[in-house]
């Protein structure tokens, strides 16, 4: 008697994890996106896009990737390079007669508008937020009709980082700057590597009123004279104007993580807590 109610209530649950077609959606840059279909030929211009769609269970639907990606390595290595956002190879994609592109928003690339020029459905968008990130998971996980995979993806995401969060209860705070490039440019604490320095326990130096991720003076570092440095070498402190007497560079606490740890930490998507763990063991290494 319960059996066809039992059946009945699986396939509720499991239509509500499907997407329905055509499906129209907002980018980043205020354009709607429309899919007639599920994407069976995707192209992925940012890494971020990349991990995110294996992550979800959408990788076979990837006939091409922009030349950055680089995990799963496996998997990436079996894929077309298409250039990059900056310089993409247009009659390559083209070529591949994707029905949906993954792109960016920035205004500097124009990836975006060039690509949907050429005729081609493309999504452009990224995350810059913590929570963002969360929220550009389920968005690809709806385009590619792989909802209860973006789910998943987002559940062990944050088990992971509340397990980690836990083992830092009670740390005090750290004063860090973080280093995007030699600009410098740097995260705010309202990007999601300043949010991932927060929960590792850190006090980003870095004024949220700059953005997320700005351009500074170094004489910001110097006067804000952090404990933590990462992202760039101890030499490298070392021998800009002012930073040799800082705390941090004269207790040898600069750190340059390795290729792998930075491209977790840079990259917006499921390595997340990766990165977290990586800026928790520099932060507050008596923890782990």
Do not use: C
Not at 72 to 80: G, N, V
Not at 172 to 196: C, D, H, M, N, R
């Amino acid at each position: 008697m319960f059996r066809p109610l039992l059946f009945a209530l699986l396939l509720t649950a499991g239509s509500a994890q499907a997407t329905h077609y055509p499906l129209t959606v907002t980018d980043d840059l205020g354009r709607s996106v429309t899919l007639t279909h599920a994407p069976k030929r995707i192209v992925a211009m940012l890494p971020s896009h990349t991990e995110t769609l294996f992550a979800i269970g959408a990788g076979a639907q990837l006939v091409a990737v922009d030349k950055f990606s680089n995990f799963p390595k496996a998997e990436t290595d079996r894929l077309p390079k298409v250039g990059s956002a900056y310089a993409p190879s247009i009659e390559a994609i083209l070529a591949l007669k994707p029905d949906l592109v993954l792109a960016d928003e920035s205004g500097g690339s124009r990836l975006t508008e060039k690509l949907a020029a050429a005729g081609l459905t493309v999504y452009g968008g990224t995350a810059q937020t913590y929570t963002e990130v969360f929220q550009k998971i389920a968005v690809l996980g709806q385009l590619t009709n792989h909802e209860a995979g973006a789910t998943r993806l987002i559940t062990s995401m944050r088990s992971d980082m509340n397990t980690l969060s836990a083992q830092l209860r009670g740390a005090p705070k750290v004063s860090a700057y973080y280093e995007v490039s030699a600009a410098p440019y740097t995260a705010g604490p309202e990007s999601f590597i300043g949010v991932l320095m927060d929960k590792a326990g850190g006090a980003n130096i870095i004024p949220a009123g700059l953005g997320e991720f700005p351009k500074i003076s170094p004489e910001l570092v110097v006067k804000a004279n952090p404990a933590v440095m990462i992202g760039l070498s101890l030499q490298d402190a070392r021998v800009r104007p002012g930073w040799n007497t800082l705390q941090a560079v004269t207790a040898g606490k600069v750190y340059k993580p390795t290729q792998e740890e930075t491209d977790a930490l840079s990259r917006p998507g499921p390595r997340l807590p990766v990165a977290l763990r990586v800026l928790a063991k520099l932060l507050h290494p008596e923890r782990f």
